[in-house]
């Protein structure tokens, strides 16, 4: 069995080695006529039917940008897998927290709210590239500070865990291999708020 941390860092690099040849490919193919490459408010810039051409219009735009993309954030990270855990989960049979109205409802509008952020967030994308950046910046800030709530609810013990000097049985690499034993949550696990 492949240790979990290789298969994470192999995923992470190929999809980072990906995303740097894709962006990179923009900037060498770059034909100087297109106005994504511009910067701030300009009479040329129109974010869907609008002309962001003053300070005021880019800073609300950008002001929108980083709203929309925190409360995305929160919505995926913390209430999504309410909903992922009691919807989609073919092993959980018996709910307790929903009845099954609310979970339909609370399913489905969760999902439209996450279908149509997609779509204001690719209009975002395409607008301007100091915006598809303001855009990543505070998704990355979003998830940092959800990922870090998250974190900060769980307690980490290495009980359970072993250390074995060799990835591959009989040889002498000297690479650590350390495993985890599974253990499911909880399905009355609480959310702390």
């Not at 300009?42 to 005021?56: G, R």
Request: aromatic share 16%.
């Amino acid at each position: 069995m492949l240790n979990k941390v290789l298969i994470l860092k192999y995923c992470i690099v190929i999809n980072i080695l990906f995303l740097f040849i894709f962006i990179l490919s923009f900037f060498i193919e770059n034909n100087k006529v297109s106005n994504y490459f511009s910067y701030g408010w300009s009479e040329n810039f129109n974010f869907v039917s609008i002309t962001i051409n003053t300070p005021l219009k880019y800073l609300l735009l950008c002001l929108f940008i980083i709203v929309l993309n925190m409360s995305e954030i929160f919505l995926n990270d913390l209430a999504a897998p309410i909903i992922q855990f009691s919807t989609y989960n073919p092993y959980k049979n018996n709910i307790c927290d929903f009845t099954r109205f609310e979970l339909e409802l609370y399913s489905n509008l969760i999902f439209f709210i996450q279908t149509s952020k997609k779509f204001i967030q690719v209009l975002v994308s395409l607008s301007q590239i100091d915006v598809a950046f303001i855009s990543v910046l505070s998704c990355q800030i979003s998830a940092f500070i959800a990922i870090r709530y998250l974190l900060d609810n769980k307690s980490f013990n290495r009980e359970g865990y072993y250390e074995s000097t060799n990835l591959i049985p009989n040889s002498n690499y000297g690479i650590n291999k350390v495993d985890s034993k599974y253990e499911s949550i909880n399905e009355m696990t609480p959310l702390n708020v």
